[in-house]
């Protein structure tokens, strides 16, 4: 995955300008930035949604799995049907059935299976699209804030799932959210947008995922110098 | 004395029904044209017109429906035919075939069925009826093409298609077999109504109109060039068609007293073959005026 | 509102629709152009009795169910493509402009010379019905939304699959107001057409002979039954939809339980 | 896809049906049914030139345009009340099936009584038009999203700002896929209508009268002008949409502007 | 704002169940709970959107504004006319022109007054929908989850705007979050639903805004305590 002198604008709006990264395969770039600085819009140019206007996004691996910012889930069918339906194309029935109903558990919507979208609070919307982004086979991950409008507990829960997930099967990932400390816990590198031309910050974090602790100096660091840039006017 | 009646209102239907008026030159007379024998139908029940020249069945139907109407005259006799589109065909080919005709409980469909009856043929088995083209010109559109074997059509279309294509002709000349089944001479398929108010209220008017419909039908035979040309202006039909047809359409005028034999004659027919067609009973001598 | 209150409503505003029809008649005064209630129902006891009464009702309510079924899914795959495929809408434009422009009577001795007479009414019902149903897909189509669509695409959600759990749904709205409109339609314009062709069975050609014989309460009374059919016809459809709603809520909520007891 | 291409496919597509239209001429070669192009363009040329043309198509368009006004505002209304409330929409609907259901034939003859020969096309083009409308503007706004319905009840919008920015804008596509399916029917139903009634001055008039006289050619010129108005009707609403969409964004944008300035 | 008693299901899933707690006027609620919990169901009991099984919901402040926890915006007008029609109710012309501008200048929406909501980021959604609610002259004031999808600067300007704003004009809020921090700094009281007959606590703040501190011991407790009652499962 790779952009070289990607270049993206709506009306007169520059979004990129000559914006170039590579992203390491299997690793999770943490992504974060102001509002409107373009983070949805770079994971709308990596799963190829959109194309830059000049420049090229390159990609090596196949299929994506997208955590949109809206929960985007099918109106007509209740939550089961929502994640077991993205899976048809992969697996057969009994499979299926087995993936869908595990991710669902792990997000806690279990006990809201036969829910129609409408009949969900913002939450479990939320959820059901987690586990759906977290069922498919893909290779590539966009995650567009994950982890809003979620509970504390349900947070943190999903978090380490999700990284236990991943040690299992290593995908590359790209991770978009607002709070630093997310960012921090769990990107092998942090991309913060702020310029069209090029990141703010792009760091590496080279200790290993388990041994992080927010109060290591290192990391603490880390924080405060995204903290800065994100709130500086 | 009588007071004037103010403007006459004749309806009269676009086709050969309106010829025969064509030649009427009162000033009073305001004639409008109708396309179907129902907008007239409406505007007479309504009073909106006081007179009307209309299929004769239709006469009697809204007699008999309590329409306040009387027959005044006679003003066209039979002038049907039934054609073949291919050339040396006889009446016993018709055995087994389709015959079209131009709209179920029209004249000629009314025709047709008696003929069937005093032949002692069944429609359906030994002759079968088609109406899917209920309008005469695109029947005889169908006949010029070839399309359709058999229709049974009045004037001006017969001539239209004989004229038109050189493989058709008449395999029966519907008012001949009449006579030679009936020994009534024809039978009446045009008759001027009138309203009962307007010919009670204004006896000499009425009389007056009579007068000048007869000239008008005689001007009309006898001048077919000078009268097509009205005819188009009227919004009748147009000139080049009727010029041809009028000496075809069997124009006449009869006056009621003088034709009752043969209305009456006629409507027992049609009362033998379905009472609604005349509206259930043949009607009795006040009809006549 | 509950069911009881809803039909109480209908059969007032129904009773309401006789009254003024009573009413008019009693004012125009002319049973032959109209009769009022009595001589209606009367003709309509006697004709409902008559022995070819089920073979007339049967020919119009088949050729406008043929007619129906042919729009409906040619409207319907048409709809589909054009509103999704720019280049098939504009390929098809003038042919859709030329069926919603094209009077059907220029048409109809075309009709006869392709098609027996007894399909003009199915043809005439299929040109006036087609730009209907056709418009309302495509319009339909357009208005999905792309957000959804979107989702499906990149997660690989089997065309099948989407068709059933994605567009249809969202395209019901868009089909039913189609198919209803179509329905009322068709009825319209298949006993105006058997008026015109008369057909030996048909609702429209019993019409055609009462009318040339001045019976307007027979007229009226065959109406009455037309305006049957359109509502039944209307229920059905209103059946159909809800039956459609409740069974796949149903399958999908016992797929979950089914699957629940399992694991 | 841009305009030239637009244009270029429409273009290729029209005279496709064109070329379609000449070969089955060719084949069925029968002139006096089905003429080839040839003889249908010379007395297009020709009818175009004559002195009534003017009168006969105004006349077509204007009662087009007055049944078609007629029933975008009753459809409109009515709808956007039946929609909102059960009970009228109830109410309503034994009318409506009936309007659905009365063939127009029945009806000519009451037409007649009421209204002059003129204004029967207008009155069956409005018994044919109105349910689709009405249908369509109903089904619409049940469709609307009642958490936006929430939203501006809850943030006291006044109704007529609800009206504008909230409910028209979204029941913009039922309304347009409404009138214009209402308007391809109303361009059939008049001139059919026409045929039938033959007013003065008229499309439909004209191909009677052309009918009459075997003129197939002239029938088919006829046919041919209608299906121009059909498709001028169609461009034009598709250009009416367009720029209210283009005035209100201009609008809202000159605001904005406006404003900045000032402030 | 008194809820007596309430109890609301859905289907057979009970939320409330003899819920009572009173509302007082001029302050702000700040109400936490895991997902799905109710709080949504709780603003809209009290805005009168849906009425109780069982129970009333007395209210004796008048107009209510509501920032729902989608942003619903009107799709076809922008974002100037999104919140100025909102106004039109209330104040003339020329009033309502500056009111919208302010509050959209405060959310920084300046620059994209003429965008339509389809243009717009997900946190630039959640902007405007802010500004439309702050900038009603509501006395009630429901804020379902209203900071979330913002970055942290616009967070932080927009909790101190909003307090400010709020001493200027004191409006009864009732303000559900799921960050027990910003519960913390900005409620009155604390609300932590979980339990569908009562809360599972309900602790006033007597501290006055300005002077609270996260590092201020009587409320990190507060915090701890929110915290495990979140985090335990
Ligand atoms: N319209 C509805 N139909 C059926 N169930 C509903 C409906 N609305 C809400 N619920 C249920 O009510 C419960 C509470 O929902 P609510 O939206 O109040 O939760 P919440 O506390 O706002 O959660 P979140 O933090 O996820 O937004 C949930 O279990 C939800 O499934
Ligand atoms: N379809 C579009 N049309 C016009 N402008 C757009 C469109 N999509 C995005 N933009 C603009 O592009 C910019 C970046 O948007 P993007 O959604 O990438 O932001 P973001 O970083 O995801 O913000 P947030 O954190 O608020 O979600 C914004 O200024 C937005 O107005
Ligand atoms: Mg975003
Ligand atoms: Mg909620």
Redesign the interface.
Known sequence: MRFSNVSKAYGGHIVFDRFSFALDPKTIMSVVGPSGGGKTTLLRLAAGLIEPDSGTVEKDEGKVSFLFQEPRLLPHVNVWANVEVTLRAFYEQEERNRIALHYLELAEMKESLHLYPHELSGGMRQRVAIARAFAHPAELMLLDEPFQSLDIRLRMHLIKAFLTLWEEERRTTIFVTHDTKEAILIGDRVLCLGDPHEPWMDEYINIPRIARDVHDPALMALEAKLFGLLTRS | QEADPGTIRLGVM?GPTGFSSAGLDQPDIDIEV???P??V???L??GELDMAALPTN?AA??YN???GIRLAAVIGNGMLSLISSKGGMDVRDLYGATLHLP????TPDQMARLLLKWADLVEGKDIFF??????P??L???L????VDYALLPQPFVS?VLD?SPQAAQLLDVQALYAELTGSATYPMSVLVVSEKFASTYPSSFRRVLAGYKNSVDWVNGNPALAAQKIEDL?I??K??AQNAIPHCNLVYESASEAKDAVTFYFEQLYSLDP??I?GSVPGDELYL | MNRTKRNLILLFSSLGLLLLWQGIAKSVDIPVIMPSLGPIFRALGFLAGGPSFPLNLLATILRALRSFIIIVISGTVLGLIGGRNQTVSLILKPFVTTLKATPVMSVILLAFIWFSSGSVPLFSAFLMGFPVMYLQIEHGVRQLDPNLGEMCDLYDIPPKAKLFYCALPSLAPWFVAGSKATLSMIWKVVIASEVLTVPRYGVGSRMQLAQVQLQTDVVLSWTLIAIALTALGDLFFEGVVSLVVRTRSTVQRRRVDALLKRF
Chains 1, 5 share one sequence.
């Open positions: 676009a109708f396309p179907s129902n907008e139908i409406a505007r029940a309504n239709v139907n809204l429906k309590g329409v709209g179920a409980g029209s088609d109406y899917s083209v209920a309008a010109a695109q005889a559109q169908l010029i093409a070839g399309k239209m038109r919004g039909m147009a080049t068609l609604s067609s509206g």
